[in-house]
């Protein structure tokens, strides 16, 4: 499971481009990892959605993972599944899923880091680092907030929140996490452009990580 570059997917951000196009050129820019959100549909819609993005997660051999929706990760046979402190409890989406699933879990302090982890999550997805409008209820807990959690964990990190180009290569040099998340970064605008040169940034502060040590 590579996690360097983690897009999250958000239909206001792509307007009337169909999502699995979307997806496709995420994939072709450099995303290491797709996750489909989708908060305001029906399950059926949710799973039809679901069915023609996995085609293309597939084709391109990049895991895919669904927000929340434990039942739709089920359905179309997703990689895995990312849940939010509000969902479902990580060991029980792990008794659901079974052992071969990626589990992913929300967290923003180290306690439901730590909670998670014990849990049985894969992976963790931290913030929001900085204030997002993604998610404006967030609270920013900052690089150092950030840095803690990662340290206080053995399971992989990825930095969530209001992460651009701009900002990815202090979050990646100074928290040591594993990779970058991000929605409208990735999925606004030229999407395979903004994504390369997201993970551009990324690999240059992994690169430059390596050589201080």
């Known amino acids: 499971m ?17 999502i ?12 290491t990892i797709i996750q489909l959100r989708e908060k305001d549909i029906s399950s059926r819609e949710f ?34 599944v990312h849940v939010g402190q509000e969902d479902l409890p990580a060991d029980v989406v792990r008794k659901i899923i079974g052992r071969d699933k990626i589990v992913g879990v929300s967290a923003s302090t180290v306690e439901e880091a730590l909670k998670a982890q014990k849990d049985g999550a894969d992976y963790l997805g931290v913030g929001a680092v900085f204030k997002t409008p993604t998610k404006p209820e967030a609270e920013a807990i900052g690089i150092e907030g950030l840095k803690k959690i990662k340290e206080a964990v053995t399971i992989p990190v990825v930095a969530i929140g209001g992460i651009t180009k701009d900002n990815a290569y202090e979050v990646m040099l100074k928290s040591g996490v594993d990779g970058i998340s991000s929605v409208s970064a990735v999925f606004y605008g030229d999407i395979e452009n903004n ?19």
């Open 2 to 18: 590579d996690l360097t570059l983690y897009a999250i997917t958000d239909r206001s951000y792509i307007k009337d481009m169909d």
């Open 20 to 31: 699995a196009d979307a997806v496709e050129l995420a994939i072709k820019g450099g995303a």
């Open 47 to 80: 799973y039809e959605i679901a069915l023609k993005v996995k085609e293309v997660t597939k084709r391109n051999k990049i895991p895919l993972i669904i927000n929340d929706r434990v039942d739709i990760a089920l359905a179309v046979d997703a990689d895995g």
């Open 195 to 213: 994504t390369r040169k997201l993970l551009e940034v990324i690999a240059k502060a992994i690169n430059d990580r390596r050589n201080l040590k």
